[in-house]
């Protein structure tokens, strides 16, 4: 079954905690990307990554780092997190066809 | 400045009826267009695509439309039924790039029995 699997699921954490979100896709696609989505601001790009070892910043990057050292996995790393984190993260793959396949999120409390 | 704006946060409507859900787009650059569903708790689920060479697609009850003067495209459910209440995100692209999906903030669905 075709999958975009994140852990955890749902997380509360402290500031300054460091923290990663795994994201992890079955179907072998080159490209994948972070999302949060916060109430009255729809989904918002983190940072995406068109292949192994090729990253860039979306439209939200301040605070998160990622890596891409396998096709498969796209971990996203809040290095010290901070209440403004606080969200709803989707990580997603994409399909040759153009089209984004999401993970179920992962929701996010940093007290 | 927001390059996708869905500029009613949510819609009623009666079951049966048509739902009908609009999306603005700045960007002329954008020539790939999406629509996602979303429910409480669950990821979006792609839902139907246009490219820009077209100007309606169409897929069992839901029928996208793209007017590129206006740069304006609308989602249309018919008939509208209870489980289609959802919180709907139109998307765009540029796929000349690296085709980064740019969302607009959503629009909550109800759909009344």
């Known amino acids: 079954e075709a999958q975009v699997t994140q852990n955890p699921r749902y997380l509360i954490t402290v500031t300054g905690k460091k923290l990663t979100v795994t994201c992890s896709q079955n179907?072998?696609?080159?490209?994948m990307s972070w999302y949060r989505q916060d109430p009255g601001l729809g989904l918002r790009q983190i940072y995406y990554s068109m292949n192994v070892e090729v990253t860039d910043k979306g439209d939200v990057p301040e605070g998160y780092k990622v890596s891409r050292k396998e096709k498969r996995n796209f971990p996203l790393i809040l290095e010290s997190p901070s209440p403004n984190q606080t969200s709803l993260y989707f990580c997603?793959?994409?399909?040759?066809?153009?089209?984004?396949?999401f993970g179920e999120g992962s929701r996010l409390t940093v007290l | 400045d927001q390059q996708v704006k869905q500029n009613s946060p949510s819609l009623s409507v009666q079951e049966g009826r048509i739902s009908i859900l609009n999306c603005d787009y700045t960007n002329s650059m954008f020539d790939y267009f999406l629509w996602y569903k979303k429910y409480p708790a669950e990821g979006p689920t792609f839902l139907i695509s246009?490219?820009?060479?077209?100007d309606k697609n169409e897929d069992g009850r839901f029928t996208v439309f793209l007017n590129k003067s206006a740069k304006h495209l609308s989602l249309h459910i018919v008939p509208s039924q209870p489980g289609d209440s959802a919180v709907y995100f139109c998307?765009?692209?540029?796929?000349?790039?690296?085709?980064?999906?740019?969302f607009g903030k959503g629009t909550k669905l109800s759909v009344k029995p």
């Open positions: 997603a793959s994409r399909r040759p066809t153009g089209e984004l396949f």
């Open positions: 246009i490219s820009s060479i077209k």
């Open positions: 179907m072998n696609h080159e490209y």
């Open positions: 998307a765009a692209a540029a796929r000349g790039s690296q085709g980064n999906l740019i």
